[in-house]
């Protein structure tokens, strides 16, 4: 079956770095998405990767390895705004999307 | 960037009224768009895929004629929700892509339905 697994929740400090760790098993693959929800928000897109390897943007990163069946999300430089929820999905052989449950982060002072 | 607008952003209603939400794409074609349902805590919930000019792909499970899906032009799709009950009380969110089949779903901004 398909199935995309990433944590529930994540702690971390404010300023600190935080690495969210998605693997996926999908029939066929055709990238990976990350995205972000503020609570009671819909989702915005914060990344997509399809070749292997780390794309930066600002204070997010994105790094996917095919044939592990992974990725992760790095978020440097931490501010309290961060704290939302990251979905992880996965688009499969006939293009169609697999979601992760998302993980919650967590941001303290 | 694309965007999605979707409306109302909230609605309450009575059980047994039917509740329509509109999707739109305000900067580009849209000849597919999604729709989800999402509980609180949960992640999106696939409800049924929007094709311009023919009949919404429902995910299994989804009562097709209890949420009728309406996609009358490349810019507009629509989400009714008949007889509501309280039990479909969640969060709608439409989604649409901008490009090929690989690009980002830009989402609207989501629709609290809460039904009494």
């Known amino acids: 079956g398909q199935n995309i697994d990433q944590p529930t929740e994540m702690t971390a400090t404010e300023g600190a770095i935080v690495q969210i760790n998605c693997t996926y098993q999908?029939?066929?693959?055709?990238?990976l998405f990350w995205y972000q929800q503020h609570a009671g928000e819909a989702p915005t897109f914060l990344s997509y990767n399809v070749l292997d390897g780390l794309e930066e943007k600002g204070r997010f990163s994105s790094f996917l390895s095919r044939s592990k069946g992974y990725s992760y999300l790095l978020l440097k430089e931490l501010q309290m705004k961060d704290s939302a929820s990251y979905l992880c999905a996965a688009l499969d052989s006939n293009y169609q999307l697999i979601w992760g449950a998302g993980t919650k982060l967590i941001i303290k002072p | 960037g694309a965007v999605v607008s979707q409306h109302p952003s909230w609605v309450i209603c009575k059980s047994g009224t039917s509740v329509k939400i509109e999707c739109r794409s305000l900067?580009?074609?849209?000849?597919?768009m999604f729709w989800y349902r999402q509980f609180p805590k949960q992640s999106l919930m696939l409800m049924a895929t929007s094709n311009e000019g023919s009949k919404a792909t429902y995910e299994q499970g989804v009562e097709k004629d209890k949420f009728l899906i309406n996609h009358a032009s490349l810019t507009l799709s629509t989400l009714t929700v008949t007889s509501a009950h309280p039990e479909d009380s969640s969060f709608y969110i439409c989604?649409?892509?901008?490009?090929?089949?690989?690009?980002?779903?830009?989402f609207g901004n989501g629709t609290r339905l809460t039904v009494t």
């Open positions: 900067d580009f074609q849209a000849t597919t």
């Open positions: 999908t029939s066929g693959f055709n990238g």
């Open positions: 989604s649409a892509s901008a490009g090929s089949e690989n690009s980002p779903l830009h």
